[in-house]
């Protein structure tokens, strides 16, 4: 029987808990989950089944969301995240990496977190979800993919003013982002041999020149490199060209420049599902991708879809993974 998929609550006073059940009530035992948080911070009318092992999802799955408990400090307000809470936001993320790290779960799917309350009441020394989880799993390089059934992007630079981009954008960031890639759909999407576009950063990808030299100078050589050593790469390409279904077609994942050059078109074809995943990490960890959306916390209209993608990435990488161990 296949592990379950671990799904860390996040910040309780977002939409993390009402998604959760939301998305139990979906899958049910179809693809078993198990929830790590406080289980008073679920809805009210949930149905919950308490587990103190993973290996009790599944048929815990049959008639309630499996709750592996973990108190916190303090109620959940809709909205309203409370600092004193913070520390067992944090806790909850670590016990499903370990659990993963284990082999007693199959991946690690993560409720948004809020960073700011993280810090205010925690000291959280990361500046994000992705560092601390890097940190966990003992890397110091890992690679954000957007995933949805049309369309795979990477951002090579992420959360970055678009004046600091070129200056980012160096020979050793690209080759990374794309071995790290490269590898990943071999490994967790089970492609024996990726196809990879990469976009320019200028438009027309520079056009030889005349709209900026950094597709000669730097993006160039580094594709040149992997291409020698067998990589499939197309590129650089004209980003405005790339994303139609045509293109699409003849690539498994997009390497982007930059944030909205990738994130543009994924969330143009699938704005409620589109997956947040980590490649690069000893372990498997998707993500909705949203935030925790305090303004609608709580009053039962958060759209669950894109964690329940999550939950199914996770678990169509976790078999692939499996296979090709």
């Given at each position: 029987m296949?592990?379950?998929?671990?799904?860390s609550?996040?910040?309780?006073?977002?939409?993390?808990p009402?998604?959760?059940a939301t998305?139990?009530a979906?899958?049910?035992?179809?693809?078993?989950?198990?929830?790590?948080?406080?289980?008073?911070?679920?809805p009210r009318?949930?149905?919950?089944?308490?587990?103190?092992?993973?290996?009790?999802t599944s048929?815990?799955?049959?008639?309630?969301l499996?709750?592996l408990?973990?108190?916190?400090?303090?109620?959940?307000?809709?909205?309203q995240?409370?600092?004193?809470n913070?520390?067992g936001?944090?806790?909850?993320?670590?016990?499903g990496?370990?659990?993963?790290?284990?082999?007693r779960a199959?991946?690690l799917?993560?409720?948004?977190?809020?960073k700011k309350?993280l810090?205010?009441?925690?000291?959280?020394?990361?500046?994000?979800?992705?560092e601390?989880?890097?940190?966990?799993?003992?890397?110091?390089?890992?690679?954000m993919?957007?995933a949805?059934p049309?369309l795979?992007?990477?951002?090579?630079?992420?959360?970055?003013?678009?004046?600091?981009v070129?200056?980012?954008?160096?020979?050793?960031?690209?080759?990374?982002?794309?071995?790290?890639?490269?590898?990943?759909?071999?490994?967790?999407?089970?492609?024996?041999?990726?196809?990879l576009?990469?976009?320019?950063?200028?438009?027309?990808a520079g056009?030889?020149?005349?709209?900026?030299?950094?597709?000669?100078?730097?993006?160039t050589?580094?594709?040149?490199?992997?291409?020698a050593?067998?990589?499939?790469?197309?590129?650089?390409?004209?980003?405005?060209?790339?994303?139609?279904?045509?293109?699409?077609?003849?690539?498994?994942?997009?390497?982007?420049m930059?944030h909205?050059?990738?994130?543009?078109?994924i969330?143009?074809?699938?704005?409620a599902?589109?997956?947040?995943?980590?490649?690069?990490?000893?372990?498997i960890?998707?993500?909705?991708?949203?935030?925790?959306?305090?303004?609608?916390a709580?009053?039962?209209?958060?759209?669950?879809?894109?964690?329940?993608?999550?939950?199914?990435?996770?678990?169509?990488?976790a078999?692939?993974r499996?296979?090709?161990?």
């Open positions: 296949s592990l379950p998929i671990a799904l609550c996040g910040e309780p006073a977002g939409v993390g009402e998604i959760a998305a139990w979906a899958l049910r035992d179809s693809l078993p989950f198990f929830y790590i948080g406080d289980p008073h911070h679920l009318g949930t149905a919950i089944v308490e587990i103190n092992d993973p290996a009790d048929e815990a799955a049959k008639s309630g499996p709750v408990v973990h108190p916190f400090a303090a109620p959940a307000v809709p909205g995240p409370d600092p004193t913070a520390q936001v944090i806790d909850v993320i670590a016990r990496v370990d659990l993963v790290m284990q082999g199959a991946a799917t993560t409720a948004p977190i809020h309350a810090k205010d009441g925690a000291g959280f020394g990361y500046p994000g979800h992705t601390y989880l890097a940190a966990l799993g003992g890397v110091d390089r890992v690679v993919m957007l949805c049309q795979r992007v990477v951002p090579t630079t992420i959360h970055e003013a678009i004046a600091d070129p200056a980012l954008l160096t020979a050793d960031l690209l080759e990374q982002t794309i071995r790290i890639t490269h590898a990943a759909l071999i490994r967790d999407f089970g492609l024996a041999a990726p196809r576009a990469v976009a320019g950063l200028n438009p027309h056009e030889g020149g005349a709209m900026g030299t950094e597709e000669i100078t730097l993006i050589p580094v594709l040149d490199q992997l291409r050593e067998g990589l499939a790469i197309a590129g650089p390409l004209s980003a405005d060209t790339m994303f139609h279904a045509t293109a699409r077609a003849r690539y498994d994942a997009a390497i982007c930059y909205d050059q990738a994130l543009i078109p969330k143009t074809l699938d704005f599902g589109g997956v947040n995943v980590t490649l690069g990490l000893p372990f960890r998707t993500s909705p991708d949203h935030g925790t959306a305090f303004d609608i709580g009053q039962g209209i958060a759209d669950a879809n894109s964690l329940i993608e999550a939950l199914k990435l996770a678990r169509q990488m078999d692939a499996k296979a090709t161990a």
